[in-house]
């Protein structure tokens, strides 16, 4: 086959004009199936608003606008979100403005004065983005709640705090939860900025320039429920960091739960058997009886790294591309974000779920930090204050008593004696020790251990029940924030819909 014949043969295939078969089958088909499920709304919603700051500056007439307007009310959005793609109409845009046309005539191609697909749709863009941000940071504070009430149930459950994954010191299971509550909190705050940056109108950059028409860029922030105003033009139409700022955000989040994650699933384990998970969320094996196998825990795993996946394509499509308008993150790339997104709100569904249903084997947790010579730290201290010695000191009589045992194959805290401890204090300071009997092995014990530890930050039952009271407190701030933001998007989009029942009066 020569060139030609070739050349000629994909032709056939692709067609003579725009667009080619592949083309409508790779790009074009799946961004008009994912706008007509994400973007009809909002797309929609400009046009009543730019409709709207239109008439209010007169370009265009009442009797146009009312023409327009009735136009506007007469399309059909099932209709559209049930129809296939159609190759006659480029996107979804064009295929709404034919329609327009049709309805109203000519004149309702002025609906398009002032104003590009480009600035119109980065402020689709932002409106999508933002509801569902708002619907993410909802389920973000269901969990935050969850695990609030979980720690209030757990201040007093003694369990180890682990460091470079070893035995380090007694603790709660409150205080290890309240760390995870804080950093969903910072997640929440990192959201609220993103948010903020996301909630800023591009219309009226038009294509790149803005135009010569004297539009009310301010007024359709105003309709579009947008707290503010992208000034630059170029920047309207160009910048990606808003999306780049909710993926890194999104993809700290998931990071951060993935942690969490990872320990619960060790945590789980027949070996530590620190808590038993609710029968809804584990599985049985289809050979061993025996099995209860903690698969909503994996997958809440898994799942989170899919989220940092899809979070990094997002930062990866933006990578090296140039400062202007281009599809590279627009409808190629939006979906990678939503994903993360949606996928991120069904785990933090899940995860709290997980946690209030699961049983905690306190007494296990309690018996192992009791055995544990994790709780030595405690005793050096002590031995600092009895005994006036530099906490080198002390913490060298502690630590031959430790190796001593370990030395002896007696690896438990109860093989610690008095004796042993006055006897490494005799080589050592060449003196007895002061501290009583009962002294010293109350500063052996994991629950005074804790309970001593009441320092802003620490685990003492009293310390973790103001704590979580203060965070207690920060919660209606949160949530009403949140439901701030929801009333604004709401009361928009009924105003709006009050201008296009004006119009069809």
């Not at 007439?61 to 129809?83: C, F, H, M, T, W």
């Not at 402020?123 to 940071?137: D, G, P, V």
């Not at 033009?233 to 999306?243: P, T």
């Not at 049983?359 to 309690?366: A, G, H, I, R």
Request: with cysteine; charged share 25%; proline share 3%.
């Amino acid at each position: 086959m020569t060139f030609q014949d070739y050349k000629s043969k994909v032709f056939e295939i692709e067609g003579n004009s725009f667009p080619s078969n592949s083309y409508r089958q790779m790009v074009l088909q799946p961004a008009y199936e994912e706008a007509k499920k994400h973007f009809l709304h909002s797309m929609m919603q400009i046009h009543i608003a730019h409709l709207k700051m239109l008439e209010e500056q007169q370009l265009v007439s009442k009797e146009d606008a009312k023409k327009i307007g009735q136009a506007l009310k007469k399309v059909d959005l099932d209709y559209y979100q049930k129809r296939d793609y159609n190759p006659k109409f480029e996107d979804l845009f064009f295929r709404i403005e034919n329609k327009l046309i049709e309805l109203a005539g000519d004149v309702a191609g002025n609906l398009h004065i002032g104003r590009s697909r480009n600035d119109m749709g980065i402020a689709i863009y932002r409106m999508t983005l933002r509801k569902k941000l708002l619907q993410l940071m909802k389920e973000l504070l269901t969990l935050r709640s969850s695990l609030l009430v979980f720690a209030e149930e757990h201040v007093e459950t003694i369990m180890l705090g682990y460091t470079h994954t070893q035995q380090a010191q007694p603790t709660t299971l409150a205080h290890y939860i309240k760390g995870v509550i804080d950093q969903l909190t910072r997640d929440f705050y990192r959201l609220q900025a993103a948010y903020s940056t996301i909630n800023q109108s591009s219309m009226g950059a038009a294509a790149l320039t803005t135009t010569g028409f004297n539009i009310n860029r301010q007024r359709m922030a105003e309709l579009l429920a947008f707290e503010d105003i992208i000034e630059n033009s170029w920047d309207a139409v160009a910048g990606a960091d808003y999306i780049g700022e909710l993926a890194s955000v999104i993809q700290l989040a998931a990071l951060n739960l993935g942690r969490t994650s990872q320990d619960f699933l060790q945590w789980a384990t027949q070996e530590f058997n620190a808590f038993k998970l609710a029968s809804p969320y584990v599985q049985v094996s289809s050979i061993m009886p025996q099995k209860r196998n903690p698969v909503s825990i994996e997958h809440t795993r898994s799942l989170l790294s899919s989220v940092v996946g899809d979070a990094q394509t997002v930062l990866q499509m933006i990578h090296n591309t140039p400062f202007g308008d281009i599809v590279d993150t627009e409808d190629d790339m939006q979906p990678y974000l939503w994903r993360a997104i949606e996928r991120l709100r069904g785990i933090y569904q899940l995860f709290g779920n997980i946690v209030v249903t699961m049983e905690v084997n306190k007494d296990q947790l309690l018996k192992r930090a009791k055995e544990s010579f994790a709780n030595v730290t405690e005793l050096a201290d002590t031995l600092v204050r009895t005994e006036e010695i530099s906490f080198r000191q002390s913490h060298y009589i502690v630590s031959s008593c430790v190796r001593t045992l370990i030395e002896g194959k007696e690896e438990s805290l109860e093989k610690l004696t008095y004796e042993l401890a006055n006897e490494k204090a005799l080589k050592l300071i060449g003196k007895p020790l002061r501290i009583s009997k009962e002294s010293f092995y109350q500063a052996l014990k994991p629950e005074h251990f804790v309970a001593i530890r009441s320092l802003y930050g620490g685990p003492s039952p009293s310390t973790m029940r103001k704590s979580i009271l203060q965070s207690n407190a920060v919660s209606p701030l949160l949530e009403n924030w949140l439901i701030d933001k929801e009333n604004r998007l709401k009361n928009g989009e009924q105003q709006l819909l009050t201008y296009l029942e004006g119009w069809n009066m």
